[in-house]
């Protein structure tokens, strides 16, 4: 089925969990997202989510992530797993480009798998772009923080945990 991620095409609470990896960077208006995904879930419902974000935008995110109305269950950096990934794939991916991208399209093409060496993968091997992989879970209230520093950045570009109430 094709839609709208912020107009999904679903009735309320239709759905036990909601997956979305690596497309939320892209959506013009998160905090509606994020709105929809609530609505679709059940109560007690999970949505796992993973995605690239800047350094840049990160506290619009934590802010939207902060507002949604829906409970964290956990969140944290995978930048060294996503690493791991590329470095794992970068053969094939590296293979696929050279036979399938016309020349001029290449240096875009090792640009956009996070080749070994590209600005993508250098932004995360310096914490200037990363993944957050977070898990909600459709509750009634919003996220109640216990006290804990937020995942924000620090004076050295790591990311902190954070913890919230269930």
Do not use: K
Not at 47 to 73: G, I, K, N, T
Not at 85 to 105: I, M, T
């Amino acid at each position: 089925m094709q839609g709208d991620a912020e107009s999904l095409p679903f009735a309320d609470e239709s759905f036990d969990a909601v997956i979305n990896v690596e497309a939320a960077h892209g959506y013009p208006n998160f905090p509606r997202f994020l709105a929809e995904v609530a609505r679709v879930l059940r109560p007690g419902g999970r949505f796992l989510y993973a995605d690239f974000r800047s350094y840049l935008d990160f506290s619009q995110w934590e802010a939207a992530m902060a507002d949604a109305p829906m409970r964290l269950l956990s969140e944290r950096v995978i930048n060294a797993e996503v690493l791991r990934g590329l470095d794992n794939l970068a053969p094939r991916y590296l293979d696929l480009v050279g036979h399938h991208l016309p020349a001029c399209l290449r240096p875009f093409g090792r640009l956009f798998v996070g080749a070994p060496g590209s600005l993508m993968y250098r932004e995360l091997q310096r914490g200037r772009l990363f993944v957050p992989d977070v898990l909600l879970r459709q509750g009634l209230s919003r996220l109640s923080r216990t006290g804990a520093p937020a995942l924000g950045g620090s004076r050295d570009g790591r990311r902190r945990g954070a913890l919230f109430e269930l």
